[in-house]
């Protein structure tokens, strides 16, 4: 099964517990986004839909 494109959401993770539903981003990917944690931060790179831009 593909990954679902649209809009972004992230959920936070307290100790050992997700808490509830996925909130939404204002922000739309045509692919699955990637993630990276570097000095502590995380980041996600996506396509952007309407261009095609790596953001």
């Known amino acids: ?3 679902p494109v ?3 959401e992230y959920a936070v993770r ?3 517990c997700w808490g509830g539903a996925p909130i939404a981003l204002p922000w739309e ?3 699955p986004p990637a993630l990276a944690s570097y000095n502590g931060k995380l ?3 996506f396509v952007r839909p ?3 831009a790596l953001m």
């Open 6 to 8: 649209g809009t972004l």
């Open 29 to 31: 990917t045509m692919t």
């Open 43 to 45: 980041y996600a790179a």
């Open 14 to 16: 307290t100790g050992s």
């Open 1 to 3: 099964m593909p990954f």
């Open 50 to 52: 309407s261009d095609k």
